[in-house]
């Protein structure tokens, strides 16, 4: 069991937490415009409808961006230097994770990744952490930045 800083809870994301605990990525589409609403707000950020509807994604995407973090914000609660990834889900959300069993010299944008889930705990108690691994059964090629596109 990873011991983690505490997470975010209250509206929405204690569903959100229900659902990792099945090991499920979900995440609400606002029942006005159909838009999934990441990170979880009150009201939806395109139409400001309130009503949600909770949508169970892929777990796939790729690599948007990643950085590591080398000096220790949290007070020695993470081995240094840290990794962090910004992950393009397949769906269209951008996502802050963990990368799983990768690090940064093996990273690159649009290395496809899937879900995965790892056991971790915090002062509320245990929950799963969703964490992106690399997805090397992955039958679509990796996709390119959009960044990478408006170089000449």
């Known amino acids: 069991m990873h011991k983690r800083p505490d997470r975010t809870l209250g509206h929405g994301n204690d569903t959100f937490w229900a659902w990792c605990d099945r090991q499920e990525l979900r995440l609400p589409r606002c029942t006005g415009c159909h838009t999934l609403a990441w990170p979880i707000e009150a009201a ?6 309130e ?9 796939r995407g790729a690599i948007a961006s990643w950085c590591t973090f080398e000096r220790d914000y949290y007070q020695g609660q993470f081995p240094m230097p840290w990794d962090c990834i910004l992950v393009e889900l397949e769906e269209g959300p951008l996502f802050i994770a963990n990368p799983a069993g990768m690090t940064g010299q093996g990273m690159r944008l649009g290395l496809p990744v899937r879900l995965a889930f790892l056991g971790c705990e915090d002062e ?12 090397e059964r992955a039958d679509r090629p990796a996709r390119s930045h959009p960044t990478e596109e408006l170089i000449p």
């Open 44 to 49: 939806c950020t395109t139409c400001g409808g």
């Open 51 to 59: 009503g949600f509807a909770w949508e169970r994604l892929s777990g």
């Open 124 to 135: 509320a108690g245990p929950f799963n952490l969703p964490v992106f691994e690399t997805d």
